[in-house]
């Protein structure tokens, strides 16, 4: 199953309902098993949560570490993909380096996305002057930051604007 059909929490029900479509953002999503993957990707079912170790582990591999990880550390590492090759996919299918990303999702996920984010720009994949907004804190703020992001009304610096009550309107959710 698609990974944006499978996943169901808050965040992937908003993204569906703004862009029930998926014409507005081309997805990409950061899995504690899969690793970088587009939201068209099938996958399993699983559990597996981002601890600091996997993390870790996903940051020091870098743009070459193929995931998900064999199950043994006997195993030949010759399953799974690295992180850019499914941002490469997204790049050759909007024919331009990607030039407004939305990083979303906690602490350590995001801290993880950001470390891949100059490799993705050194293959060509992200402009080097994109816009990058990162998305993060109570999920109810989350849930709101995405779907202004995915309309377009997202700013670059959403803290202050969402305390000032100017990012958009509550009422819409």
Not at 1 to 7: F, G, L
Not at 99 to 120: K, N, T
């Amino acid at each position: 199953m698609p990974a944006i059909d499978r996943y169901n929490g808050p965040l992937w029900q908003t993204l569906r309902t703004a862009d029930p479509g998926g014409s507005l953002a081309q997805v990409a999503f950061l899995s504690a098993h899969y690793g970088f993957r587009a939201a068209s990707t099938p996958i399993a079912d699983y559990d597996a949560r981002l601890t600091r170790e996997l993390a870790d582990a996903m940051i020091a591999g870098g743009m070459t570490t193929r995931w998900p990880r064999p199950r043994l550390p006997s195993m030949p590492d010759n399953s799974g993909d690295h992180p850019g090759v499914e941002i490469a996919g997204l790049h050759h299918a909007a024919r331009t380096p990607l030039r407004d990303i939305a990083l979303v999702g906690g602490a350590l996920y995001l801290e993880v996305m950001r470390a891949f984010l100059a490799g993705f720009r050194e293959m060509g994949c992200i402009a080097p002057d994109a816009t990058v907004t990162e998305i993060n804190g109570p999920i109810g703020f989350m849930r709101r930051d995405l779907r202004c992001w995915l309309e377009g009304h997202a700013s670059t610096d959403l803290a202050d604007e969402r305390m000032a009550g100017q990012l958009c309107d509550p009422a819409a959710f």
